[in-house]
């Protein structure tokens, strides 16, 4: 199932996402969509991430330690 969502752009970038959907021949419907997946897969690990710098027992390591741990 589907849903229509309508939103307002600024003329420049309605501009580059038509121009981007010409070049790739993709509808410009495509290419919000996969940005909306990207951001919200992104922001997800941002969050978990930032969920993980707050939780005062999880170890913290610098990236000296990271790397003999990784055998590099």
């Known amino acids: 199932m589907s849903t229509a969502l309508s939103i307002r ?3 420049e ?3 580059a996402l038509e121009k981007l959907a010409r070049v790739i ?3 410009r419907s ?3 969509r996969k940005a909306i997946e990207t951001y919200l897969a992104e922001y997800a690990d941002y969050q978990i991430a930032l969920d993980r710098l ?5 170890e913290t ?7 003999k741990r990784l055998g590099l």
């Open 61 to 67: 390591i610098d990236g000296v330690e990271l790397r």
């Open 54 to 58: 707050r939780d005062k027992d999880d």
């Open 25 to 27: 021949d993709r509808p």
């Open 9 to 11: 752009l600024p003329d």
């Open 30 to 32: 495509y290419l919000v």
């Open 13 to 15: 970038l309605e501009g």
